[in-house]
Protein backbone atom coordinates (compact mmCIF):
# COMPACT_ATOMS: atom_id res chain seq x y z
CA UNK A 1 0.00 0.00 0.00
CA UNK A 2 3.07 2.46 0.97
CA UNK A 3 4.57 3.98 -1.69
CA UNK A 4 7.22 6.21 -2.42
CA UNK A 5 8.40 6.74 -6.31
CA UNK A 6 11.14 8.37 -7.52
CA UNK A 7 11.88 10.28 -10.66
CA UNK A 8 13.94 12.85 -12.76
CA UNK A 9 17.19 10.86 -13.05
CA UNK A 10 19.84 11.06 -15.69
CA UNK A 11 22.88 12.03 -16.67
CA UNK A 12 24.47 15.75 -16.44
CA UNK A 13 27.62 17.38 -16.71
CA UNK A 14 29.89 18.56 -13.61
CA UNK A 15 28.27 21.40 -12.54
CA UNK A 16 24.98 21.38 -13.88
CA UNK A 17 21.50 21.26 -12.03
CA UNK A 18 18.97 18.45 -11.40
CA UNK A 19 15.48 17.79 -10.06
CA UNK A 20 14.37 15.15 -8.50
CA UNK A 21 11.04 13.89 -7.09
CA UNK A 22 9.24 11.49 -5.13
CA UNK A 23 5.62 10.47 -5.19
CA UNK A 24 4.28 9.34 -1.58
CA UNK A 25 0.92 7.47 -1.33
CA UNK A 26 -0.87 5.07 1.32
CA UNK A 27 0.46 6.82 4.67
CA UNK A 28 -0.41 10.19 6.18
CA UNK A 29 2.01 12.03 4.44
CA UNK A 30 2.11 15.24 6.37
CA UNK A 31 2.95 13.22 9.58
CA UNK A 32 5.55 12.06 8.07
CA UNK A 33 9.59 13.55 8.24
CA UNK A 34 10.94 12.90 4.30
CA UNK A 35 14.22 12.70 3.25
CA UNK A 36 16.75 11.50 0.58
CA UNK A 37 19.72 8.85 0.89
CA UNK A 38 22.06 8.07 -1.70
CA UNK A 39 24.37 4.97 -2.68
CA UNK A 40 27.41 5.66 -4.66
CA UNK A 41 28.40 2.00 -6.40
CA UNK A 42 30.48 0.20 -4.10
CA UNK A 43 29.32 1.62 -1.46
CA UNK A 44 26.61 1.36 1.39
CA UNK A 45 24.23 3.87 1.52
CA UNK A 46 24.29 7.47 3.06
CA UNK A 47 22.25 10.30 4.19
CA UNK A 48 21.80 13.49 2.10
CA UNK A 49 19.12 15.20 3.20
CA UNK A 50 15.69 15.74 4.95
CA UNK A 51 12.94 17.66 5.98
CA UNK A 52 10.93 17.53 9.21
CA UNK A 53 6.60 16.98 8.93
CA UNK A 54 5.95 20.64 9.15
CA UNK A 55 8.39 21.52 6.82
CA UNK A 56 9.66 23.99 9.01
CA UNK A 57 13.25 22.84 9.37
CA UNK A 58 15.61 20.86 7.00
CA UNK A 59 19.24 19.22 7.73
CA UNK A 60 21.64 17.73 5.33
CA UNK A 61 25.05 16.00 4.88
CA UNK A 62 28.05 18.66 4.64
CA UNK A 63 28.96 16.93 1.31
CA UNK A 64 25.84 19.03 -0.30
CA UNK A 65 25.32 21.80 2.33
CA UNK A 66 25.03 24.91 0.01
CA UNK A 67 24.28 22.60 -3.34
CA UNK A 68 21.00 20.22 -2.75
CA UNK A 69 17.96 21.81 -1.18
CA UNK A 70 14.66 19.60 -0.16
CA UNK A 71 11.53 20.57 -0.27
CA UNK A 72 7.58 19.24 -0.07
CA UNK A 73 4.38 19.96 -0.84
CA UNK A 74 2.00 18.27 1.15
CA UNK A 75 -1.15 19.38 -0.71
CA UNK A 76 -0.04 16.87 -3.41
CA UNK A 77 2.24 14.90 -1.30
CA UNK A 78 5.20 15.30 -3.19
CA UNK A 79 8.84 15.41 -2.24
CA UNK A 80 11.59 17.49 -4.07
CA UNK A 81 15.41 17.69 -4.30
CA UNK A 82 16.85 20.57 -5.98
CA UNK A 83 20.57 19.70 -6.84
CA UNK A 84 22.80 22.33 -8.41
CA UNK A 85 26.30 22.43 -8.80
CA UNK A 86 26.31 18.49 -9.29
CA UNK A 87 30.13 16.72 -9.12
CA UNK A 88 31.41 14.07 -10.23
CA UNK A 89 31.19 12.21 -6.59
CA UNK A 90 27.17 12.44 -6.44
CA UNK A 91 26.70 10.08 -9.00
CA UNK A 92 24.51 7.71 -7.18
CA UNK A 93 21.40 6.07 -6.79
CA UNK A 94 18.78 8.47 -4.93
CA UNK A 95 16.52 7.03 -2.58
CA UNK A 96 13.13 8.55 -1.14
CA UNK A 97 12.30 7.75 2.46
CA UNK A 98 9.63 8.38 5.31
CA UNK A 99 10.33 8.54 9.00
CA UNK A 100 7.55 9.21 11.86
CA UNK A 101 7.27 12.41 12.69
CA UNK A 102 7.71 10.78 16.39
CA UNK A 103 11.13 8.81 15.55
CA UNK A 104 13.90 10.50 16.33
CA UNK A 105 14.66 14.58 15.56
CA UNK A 106 16.29 16.71 13.55
CA UNK A 107 19.67 15.86 13.39
CA UNK A 108 18.67 12.05 13.83
CA UNK A 109 19.42 10.28 10.28
CA UNK A 110 18.00 6.81 10.91
CA UNK A 111 14.58 5.06 11.84
CA UNK A 112 13.05 5.58 8.68
CA UNK A 113 10.12 3.09 7.90
CA UNK A 114 9.64 3.26 3.99
CA UNK A 115 11.67 3.39 1.22
CA UNK A 116 11.59 4.10 -2.52
CA UNK A 117 13.60 2.02 -5.08
CA UNK A 118 15.47 5.16 -6.01
CA UNK A 119 16.69 6.83 -9.67
CA UNK A 120 20.05 7.19 -11.03
CA UNK A 121 21.75 10.40 -11.30
CA UNK A 122 25.28 10.57 -13.06
CA UNK A 123 27.56 13.53 -13.32
CA UNK A 124 30.17 13.24 -16.00
CA UNK A 125 33.44 14.95 -14.90
Known amino acids: QVQLVESGGGSVQAGGSLRLSCAASGFTFSSYTMGWFRRRLGQEREFVIQIDYSGTSTYSADSVKGRFTISRDDSNNMVYLQMSGLRYEDTAIYVC??????????????????WGQGTQVNVSS
Open 97 to 114: AARSRWAGNLFYTSGYSY
